[in-house]
């Protein structure tokens, strides 16, 4: 998946235009590198487009333990934006991170993650959608 095709998705998903969707990316992917670990963080950003690999850098080999509630925190203080949309945008970019990278990827990344954020991972989906 190429930069404009993920950012679309992204949009799509969180129905955002897509200078929001590139600040949810960006927040998103941030938090989520200081909650893996630095391999995981490299690996994750080798599947990735180019223009996202930054996001994911890391000095520090470890991650940090947040919840889902702290890791929407994360996200919402990066963007700005409210805690309905920030935890929309989070979603958003974490399916379409399910859909960007290998199996064998998706699944070293859930080793990482707490089941609560796993589950941004998978989002539900409504009846009669």
């Known amino acids: 998946m190429n930069y404009a095709e993920f950012l679309e998705a992204v949009g799509k998903r969180a129905g955002m235009p897509a200078a929001e969707a590139a600040n949810v ?33 890391k000095e ?7 919840d889902l509630v702290e890791f929407l925190n994360e996200v919402r203080a990066r963007t700005g934006m409210d805690d309905q949309r920030a935890a929309e945008g989070a979603r958003a970019v974490l399916a379409t991170l399910r859909e960007a990278v290998s199996a064998e ?25």
Do not use: C, M, N, W
């Not at 630095?38 to 690996?43: N, P």
């Not at 998706?106 to 707490?114: A, I, N, R, T």
């Open 60 to 66: 520090v080999d470890f991650g940090e333990r947040l």
């Open 25 to 57: 990316i960006r927040a998103t992917l941030t938090t989520l590198a200081e909650r893996v670990s630095g391999g995981e963080a490299r690996d994750l950003a080798a599947q990735l487009p180019e223009e996202f690999r930054g996001y994911l850098h």
């Open 105 to 129: 990827e998706l699944k070293d990344l859930e080793s990482e993650l707490p089941k609560d954020i796993r589950q941004l991972l998978h989002p539900v989906r409504r009846v009669g959608a």
